[in-house]
């Protein structure tokens, strides 16, 4: 199956059409949600090919489970339940890692050899940030991988991670801050 | 005039990084739309056979019941059809009754084995009969 254009504008048709089967709804899911997904991927793990296998999985699950997904009263209740899916992913990538590694390996060190370490290539900015972002408290990080990363709207940020609006845009303002100063100094 | 990497300000450095997470996407997302795909069809060949085996145990099951019904139900007639020594003790009780209601206005009451016995004769004659 190529992947297919997206022919279902309305998100409630593109469930339903994915939770009877129809193959070319999945690829337009598919279509819709990888951007999103797999940058809050990418800058919560910081490796490119951890993040296609996470993305991978968590997109597997997804539409695996889209047949038991039910529409609540939320406008777009389907990213939250998405972003949680690639949440979990990336929380139990953390877990294996850990098992694996000793925890002073975790952050990928042979970025850090000497030599190698190339300041400004793109890999090494990812990696930076995934680090930096991975300082800061569990809110602010996760505010800023939804919001700044993945491109969701600041309500959208809320819904995902249940929490108010208000509170969302303080911890974007508070986790900003110090991202920078962890990345720049 | 290009400027060498390493002079490249610091304190772009986080935006920098939130861009470059575009970089090399449009692969990834073909890369893992092909694992994506062989993922759910896994899925489907697994619901597939599933359906298959589901289909053949219901397929078995109708076939043992279509085997063993027939001699289910000839073993259930025969279990609930009463004998004929109980159909004999219902007729002659049937029988009694009706000259019991009979005997009520002419005869003394209490007189029950004669009525019995007259009961049974009647229910054989009647049976002998019918044969």
């Known amino acids: 199956m190529a992947i297919a254009a997206g022919v279902f504008g309305d998100e409630r048709e593109l469930v339903r059409a994915c939770q009877s089967g129809h193959e070319a709804a999945l690829a337009s899911f598919y279509e819709r949600f990888f951007p999103p997904v797999y940058r809050y991927v990418l800058a919560s793990v910081g490796s490119r090919e951890d993040a296609e296998d996470i993305t991978a999985e968590a997109f597997i699950k997804a539409l695996r489970g889209i047949g038991g997904f039910r529409f609540q009263d939320e406008p777009k209740p389907v990213t939250a339940w998405l972003f949680r899916i690639a949440r979990n992913e990336v929380v139990d990538h953390f877990r294996r890692a850990r098992r694996r590694l000793a925890p002073s390996s975790l952050d990928g060190q042979q970025n850090d050899a000497p030599g190698r370490y190339d300041p400004w290539d793109t890999r090494d900015l990812v990696m930076d940030l995934s680090r930096a972002l991975r300082t800061l408290p569990a809110a602010q990080r996760e505010a800023i991988r939804l919001r700044l990363a993945a491109g969701l709207s600041t309500r959208q940020t809320a819904e995902v991670m249940g929490k108010p609006e208000g509170t969302v845009r303080s911890l974007l303002h508070h986790g900003i801050k110090a991202a920078k100063a962890a990345m720049e100094r | ?131």
């Open chain 2, 1 to 131: 005039m290009n400027v060498p990497e390493t002079g490249r300000p610091r304190r772009r450095r986080a935006a920098e990084a939130f861009r470059a997470l575009d970089a090399g996407g449009e692969i990834a997302r073909r890369r893992v739309w092909r694992r994506v795909e062989a993922g759910i069809g896994e899925d489907q060949l697994r619901r597939r056979r599933r359906l298959r085996w589901m289909a053949g145990i219901a397929a078995s099951a109708v076939a043992a019941v279509a085997l063993v019904l027939p001699s289910a139900l000839g073993a259930a007639e025969r279990w609930s059809e009463p004998s004929a020594q109980e159909q004999q003790r219902v007729a002659v009780e049937a029988v009694m009754q009706m000259l019991g209601g009979q005997q009520a206005h002419g005869a003394p009451a209490g007189d029950a084995s004669g009525v019995n016995d007259f009961a049974s004769y009647l229910v054989t004659e009647a049976d002998a009969g019918a044969n």
